[in-house]
């Protein structure tokens, strides 16, 4: 899969955004419709010709509008998220869409448009751009999207004779300073569609 946004280490050490425009057209407004306008005697033809060359600029224009909108967004994402570029998911920072709204002065809306169906390839992988947006955990500085990774490898790692309780993964996040309630990490094993663990015995 081909990413709509590329993220490279500049000649300066910071980290750049390119639209990758690879494999897509330049589009252009066909000259003829000019030379059709400035030859054609009937005041029907012209006016015609007039509102297709009209229509297919702003089309263009349109098209450019929104991938300098697509670039910006992404820059700020990959500017509140330069710790996960750097050194991957456990530095995935808490961020919503306000997050990146406040720092672009876009709507909300419109970073949500931005960012659907979007991918950006980065030095850890090729993630959707919705990948970076996870709330926090109630009383906690870590996004949620770590909580689930962490958990998800602790269940990966358990003795499956003895599998972890919700309580007893919620107790070894407390160990790595992360704290979180038993049902949260419920609810984000089950988001994960993790069996519980009396399912999970000798599988």
Same mark, same amino acid.
């Given at each position: 899969?081909?990413?709509?946004?590329?993220?490279?280490?500049?000649?300066?050490?910071?980290? $750049?955004?390119?639209?990758?425009?690879?494999?897509?057209?330049?589009?252009?407004?066909?000259?003829?419709? /000019?030379?059709?306008?400035?030859? %054609?005697?009937?005041?029907?033809? $012209?006016?015609?010709?007039?509102?297709?060359?009209? %229509?297919?600029?702003?089309?263009?224009?349109?098209?450019?509008?929104?991938?300098?909108?697509?670039?910006?967004? @992404?820059? /700020?994402?990959?500017?509140?998220?330069?710790?996960?570029?750097? &050194?991957?998911?456990?530095?995935?920072?808490?961020?919503?869409?306000?997050?990146?709204?406040?720092?672009?002065?876009?709507?909300?809306?419109?970073?949500?448009?931005?960012?659907?169906?979007?991918?950006?390839?980065?030095? /850890?992988?090729?993630?959707?751009?919705?990948?970076?947006?996870?709330?926090?955990?109630?009383? @906690?500085?870590?996004?949620?999207?770590?909580?689930? &990774?962490?958990?998800?490898?602790?269940? /990966?790692?358990?003795?499956?004779?003895?599998?972890? %309780?919700?309580?007893?993964?919620?107790?070894?996040?407390?160990?790595?300073?992360?704290?979180?309630?038993?049902?949260?990490?419920?609810?984000?094993?089950?988001?994960?569609?993790?069996?519980?663990?009396?399912?999970?015995?000798?599988?």
């Amino acid at each position: 899969m081909k990413p709509d946004v590329v993220v490279l280490k500049g000649e300066d050490g910071n980290w $750049k955004v390119y639209l990758n425009d690879e494999g897509l057209p330049r589009l252009r407004v066909n000259g003829e419709y /000019q030379r059709f306008m400035a030859s %054609s005697e009937a005041k029907h033809d $012209k006016d015609f010709i007039r509102e297709r060359f009209r %229509s297919a600029r702003d089309f263009i224009r349109g098209v450019e509008d929104r991938n300098r909108t697509v670039l910006r967004v @992404s820059a /700020q994402i990959v500017e509140l998220q330069k710790e996960f570029i750097e &050194h991957g998911i456990e530095r995935l920072r808490p961020m919503v869409l306000r997050d990146v709204a406040e720092a672009t002065g876009f709507h909300e809306s419109t970073i949500s448009r931005v960012v659907k169906a979007k991918t950006i390839h980065t030095p /850890q992988g090729l993630y959707d751009l919705n990948y970076f947006f996870s709330a926090r955990p109630k009383d @906690s500085d870590i996004s949620a999207t770590v909580v689930k &990774h962490r958990i998800k490898a602790f269940v /990966q790692a358990e003795d499956i004779a003895k599998p972890l %309780s919700d309580e007893a993964i919620a107790g070894l996040l407390e160990r790595d300073g992360i704290k979180v309630a038993r049902r949260t990490v419920n609810k984000y094993r089950e988001e994960l569609k993790i069996p519980p663990a009396s399912q999970r015995r000798c599988r």
